[in-house]
């Protein structure tokens, strides 16, 4: 189904993502440990929609989830956005500076997680982030 909902994302920001000459697009990650769980990123096989569609290239592993934190989900804004701190690193062989990239996640709730990974985006020197989500919530 994820796959299906990037496709859909992709057909209805098209046109978005054209202006913004996208070069990449990067799924925010999970822990290594949360994947193995789940059998999945959410974030990645909504990109792998996106790609299909546009033949943007998906960066799956540009940067990676250094802390296994608890869930989100039953966190406040305060709390969310402390559970966040140093969560995100880049990797040193990726080479994404200068990219405009189009930073990936499935849902922004309080924007604590994309922002952080935002910010770290941002210090690896890209030349521009666009945020992109298929749901948001309280």
């Not at 299906?4 to 978005?16: C, D, P, Q, R, T």
């Not at 925010?28 to 990645?44: A, C, D, I, M, T």
């Not at 990239?101 to 521009?128: F, K, P, Q, R």
């Amino acid at each position: 189904i994820g796959l299906l909902l990037g496709e859909w994302f992709a057909n209805y920001i098209k046109e978005e993502i054209e202006k913004a000459k996208i070069d990449a697009i990067i799924p925010v990650p999970l822990h290594k440990s949360k994947q193995r769980k789940r059998g999945y990123n959410q974030s990645e096989v909504i990109a792998r929609g996106l790609n299909k569609i546009t033949g943007i290239k998906v960066i799956n592993d540009a940067m990676i989830r250094t802390k296994n934190v608890s869930t989100q989900t039953k966190k406040g804004k305060v709390g969310r956005w402390q559970n966040v701190d140093s969560l995100y690193k880049i990797e040193k062989n990726k080479d994404i500076k200068g990219k405009r990239v189009l930073l990936l996640d499935d849902v922004i709730t309080t924007g604590a997680t994309i922002g952080t990974a935002a910010e770290v985006l941002a210090e690896s020197e890209v030349a521009e982030i666009y945020l992109g989500c298929i749901a948001s919530g309280k």
